[in-house]
């Protein structure tokens, strides 16, 4: 039944995404509304999901890479549909719902059974830390996407060559004011994240987690760094524009590479539970 | 009016043109060269009481002052003009000699063509030129200084301005750049609401984009024009501010549009200052538009992070992406006019005496010629002395007929009248349909 909910997902997901993208290439008003609305329906199919797998569960499904990815998608996916409310910018889904779409296609490479938790693990933390980290995370991926069309906006403007795209994609202004909103949210999520983390880790392993050095946990710094410098530099030194959306890029560029290689291909106590 | 030249009698009237325009002067000049219309109705009497001027009209923009006048002795007249104006604005002869051109001839019929067809326009087909000489035409009419050769080049000029703007595409440019540098603005702040612009210089051009930047919502207009008192009435026309010339790099630190149309010789902001101004408004994108020929804005500033510069011809080409369709619409209007200035020449030659005579002689001979050998074959077996007698009759007659005309065109040559009489000679004789 989950496995399921969560094929159909997927299936909805790639079509609102296909939808997206032919309106980045024609942009007819029919094909951004329907796009958004298919993207609505697979938002609530996908939240579906996530009540089965907890109840089946017992907990918050994010124990294994499969889990981990469908529920960082969920998150990136509801980021983009209050974003899309909130800035009515069009475009943005052909830029986010590739992102979700690799999500949930490397999710379902993943072996899909329920994952067990060792008893040491079981808290209430293990609800608060995920969902800030993913929620956070989730921004970043948004901050991202608005990233990257600013600096196709950017150029497009400087260049003087102003080709179709430069119509689709919205102004830098509200490229950048989205940019910022994500960083206003996400940079406060990600730290609560590393906090309940480490509080986390200090009451179920009864030691400091960086007391050992773990590569996990040392990619989470350098990626709160580079957040950090984006949020101060924005918030005290007037950064934006170009800057801040090649930032916002960098950082999670960084994110995703914490979150699939370290995770992947290192081993640490972090890791999920295969 | 009715002056009569005091030298040699010469038929024939010319054209001349001295003037200056964007492309030879730099604003402070232009602007201490311009007459306002509070001066403008002495500057015409004044040039038509110079012996050699026949008739006159200025026109005095933001970016040219020209003075067009018809004289039969274009080199004295010229001499004359030049020597009216160095006293009248008080210049030096070099200034003088430096910026201003003279045309004579074809070359100053086919400036004007081009001036009031808006070719020579800093914006190519901004529309505002054509209001211009109407306006100088119009005060020159009411100065009694326009006769016959520039009422007709003035009407002719207008017409081929129509011409220009029906036959050619180029009129729509003007409007479609500030569209385009509207739709620019967008794409940079969202929305213009509540936006400030600044405007250096107080063109044409710069008024209709900023007219067009109001219209979308920018609340704050500031201008700063060199002559304080014309960027005043801009400013009053759209509820603006105007400010001291000198004091505009300040409001570069706060505005969010800048259309600059000063025309300057010198490039009036440089790499260095925006790099400074971007620095002070703390990465706040600002939107530069240089519309002036030469530029205002070096160029390199575009390289500045947030600093959006586009000249006037990025938004051309932006508005008609197609290049090589502009040039050959401009093209187009050169050939119009290059029509219209033979066309109008072989008028005003037409208005000299000798050809005017020559040809209604031809003319007639060639009626009397035509009868006669109609006649005569009917007239077969008719003695030879009887055919000379019908010959020498026809001869006299048309010599009769000629006599009177032919002596009072001479008589009157050299006169504003003669030229009344000759055109309507060729008219009446029907000399200029062939």
Redesign the interface.
């Known amino acids: 039944m989950n496995l399921v909910l969560f094929k159909a997902v997927l299936g909805i997901y790639i079509a609102g995404m296909l939808g997206n993208l032919t309106y980045l290439v024609s942009p007819r008003e029919y094909l951004a509304r329907t796009s958004l609305y298919i993207m609505v329906v697979g938002f609530a199919l996908h939240l579906a999901w996530l009540v089965t797998r907890t109840y089946e569960a017992g907990h918050v499904p994010v124990t294994n890479l499969h889990e981990s990815l469908s529920f960082f998608a969920l998150a990136v996916i509801a980021v983009y549909l209050i974003l899309a409310k909130k800035f009515g910018v069009k475009a943005l889904g052909a830029f986010i719902s590739p992102v979700a779409v690799i999500f949930m296609l490397l999710a379902a490479s993943r072996p899909g059974e329920v994952g067990t938790l060792p008893p040491i693990l079981h808290s209430t933390w293990l609800v608060f830390h995920p969902v800030f980290s993913f929620f956070g995370n989730a921004l970043f991926a948004l901050a991202f996407g608005a990233g990257a069309m600013y600096l196709i906006?950017e150029k497009e403007?400087?260049s003087?060559k102003?080709g179709g795209i430069?119509r689709r994609?919205?102004?830098?202004?509200?490229l950048d004011?989205m940019n910022f909103y994500c960083l206003i949210f996400g940079f406060p999520l990600l730290t609560l994240g590393l906090i309940s983390g480490s509080i986390w880790a200090q009451a179920a392993w009864k030691v400091s987690p960086y007391s050992s050095l773990e590569p996990k946990l040392l990619w989470a710094a350098v990626t709160w760094l580079i957040y950090a410098s984006l949020f101060s530099g924005r918030l005290i030194?007037?950064?934006?524009?170009?800057?801040a959306a090649v930032f916002a890029l960098v950082g999670f560029g960084a994110v995703m590479l914490g979150y699939l290689v370290v995770s992947l291909y290192l081993s640490s106590q972090h890791s999920f539970i295969k | 009016m009715n002056k009569v030249p005091r030298r040699a009698r010469k038929e024939k009237l010319e054209i001349a043109i001295v003037g200056l325009s964007h492309q030879t002067a730099p604003l402070e000049i232009r602007e201490r060269l311009a007459f306002p219309p509070f001066i403008l109705d002495r500057a015409l009497q004044d040039i038509n009481l110079l012996p050699d001027v026949r008739e006159n009209l200025i026109i005095s923009t933001c970016n040219r002052v020209e003075v067009i006048f018809a004289s039969a002795r274009p080199a004295d007249a010229i001499e004359q003009v030049k020597e009216f104006l160095i006293r009248f604005h008080h210049l030096s002869r070099e200034t003088l000699e430096k910026y201003f051109y003279i045309y004579s001839q074809q070359e100053a019929v086919s400036h004007l063509f081009r001036v009031t067809s808006s070719l020579d326009s800093m914006v190519v087909g901004e529309p505002q030129i054509l209001g211009q000489v109407k306006e100088g035409y119009r005060a020159a009419l009411h100065n009694r200084c326009c006769g016959l050769v520039l009422n007709r080049f003035s009407h002719k000029a207008f017409s081929v301005a129509k011409r220009v703007r029906t036959e050619t595409t180029l009129g729509n440019l003007a409007v479609s750049i500030s569209s385009v540098a509207v739709e620019l603005a967008k794409k940079i702040f969202g929305e213009l609401k509540g936006k400030s612009a600044l405007l250096l210089g107080a063109g044409d051009m710069a008024e209709l984009a900023a007219a067009y930047f109001i219209r979308q919502g920018v609340k704050e207009l500031i201008v700063a024009n060199r002559t304080y008192e014309r960027g005043k009435e801009l400013a009053a026309k759209f509820e603006g501010v105007a400010v001291e010339f000198n004091h505009f790099p300040h409001y570069l630190n706060e505005v969010d549009i800048v259309l600059s149309s000063t025309g300057s010789m010198e490039f009036i902001i440089k790499k260095e200052r925006m790099l400074k101004v971007i620095k002070a408004r703390k990465n706040r994108p600002i939107f530069l538009i240089d519309i002036a020929v030469p530029r205002d804005i070096d160029p390199m500033v575009n390289e500045v992070a947030n600093v959006y510069l586009y000249d006037i011809d990025d938004l051309a080409s932006v508005a008609d992406g197609n290049l090589e369709e502009r040039q050959h619409q401009a093209q187009r209007a050169e050939e119009i006019v290059a029509e219209e200035t033979a066309r109008f020449s072989a008028w005003l030659k037409s208005l000299e005496v000798t050809p005017t005579v020559v040809s209604l002689i031809h003319k007639l001979r060639a009626i009397r010629d035509a009868e006669l050998s109609r006649s005569i074959s009917k007239f077969r077996g008719t003695p030879p002395e009887d055919r000379k007698t019908l010959e020498r009759l026809a001869r006299r007659l048309v010599n009769k007929i000629l006599h009177e005309p032919i002596t009072r065109l001479k008589q009157n040559a050299g006169d504003p009248d003669a030229l009344a009489m000759v055109e309507a000679t060729r008219k009446l004789f029907g000399l200029d349909e062939d």
């Open positions: 906006q403007v400087k003087k102003l430069f994609l919205p102004s830098l202004e509200v004011k030194a007037g950064w934006r524009g170009k800057k």
